[in-house]
């Protein structure tokens, strides 16, 4: 069974660190790309994601949001997908999900919060 588990949310401070993991498995991770995704209270899931690294570990992609603050990473020997956030802003305060697709359907895991204080 697919199954794709977040952890590593938290409060935090405004300009605070946190490090989100996301432990796959069920499928053949090394073939996938694996995103990150973010819903903040009140609004719709972002569409776009808010960074993506791909399966070989060659390409990643990061929202304008999130340039130079945030850096995703990926270990395939323990299936696992990270992601470095630095200098947390409040507007970062979102439901954190990582996901992957596989024939056109995309999957999610169940979540990790993240809160940032002022």
């Known amino acids: 069974e697919m199954q794709l588990v977040e952890s590593g949310g938290g409060l935090v401070q405004a300009g605070g660190s946190l490090r989100l993991s996301c432990v796959a498995s069920g499928f053949t991770f090394d073939d996938h790309a694996i995103g990150w995704f973010r819903q903040a209270p009140g609004k719709e899931r972002e569409v776009d994601g808010v960074?993506?690294?791909?399966?070989?570990?060659?390409?990643?992609y990061y929202a304008d949001s999130v340039k130079g603050r945030f850096t995703i990473s990926r270990d395939n020997a323990k299936n696992t997908v990270y992601l470095q956030m630095n200098s947390l802003k409040s507007e970062d305060t979102a439901v954190y999900y990582c996901?992957?697709?596989?024939?056109?359907?995309?999957?999610w895991g169940q979540g990790t919060q993240v809160t940032v204080s002022s």
């Open positions: 996901s992957y697709r596989n024939y056109g359907v995309r999957y």
């Open positions: 960074s993506c690294i791909s399966s070989r570990d060659v390409v990643t």
